[in-house]
């Protein structure tokens, strides 16, 4: 099995700065693209950013030059730095993952369950 667990998060106001990650563990032979997804309340989850191994990255419009997706391939951690929040980035914040099981190869999706982000105006 492999667990995703997000850290970081939190309450701030608008304009500021925040960051999470995601720490993959379990049993992983390798992983793909890492991304990151938010829903807020009464809404369907949205695709946020998405890096991939080598480290190519794709941000939705509504976040590109606010927020960075990066990781830290050694530590099957991804990174989600959020700069300039509005109120709208309100929402609960998913990681992903592709990950390879080392004992059949087969491909599948994890999620991890989420993190708050609240930002205040």
């Known amino acids: 099995q492999v667990q995703l667990v997000e850290s970081g998060g939190g309450l701030v106001q608008a304009g500021g700065s925040l960051s999470v990650s995601c720490a993959a563990s379990?049993?992983?032979?390798?992983?793909?693209?890492m991304a990151w997804y938010r829903q807020a309340p009464g809404k369907q989850r949205e695709w946020v950013a998405t890096i991939s191994y080598r480290g190519d990255t794709n941000y939705a419009n509504s976040v590109k030059g606010r927020f960075t997706i990066s990781r830290d391939n050694a530590k099957n951690t991804v990174y989600l730095q959020m700069n300039s929040l509005k109120p709208e980035d309100t929402a609960v914040y998913h990681c992903?993952?592709?990950?390879?099981?080392?004992?059949?190869?087969?491909?599948?999706?994890?999620w991890g369950q989420g993190t708050q982000v609240t930002v205040s105006s």
């Open positions: 992903n993952a592709a990950v390879r099981s080392p004992t059949t190869s087969r491909w599948a999706d994890y």
């Open positions: 379990g049993s992983i032979g390798a992983i793909n693209n």
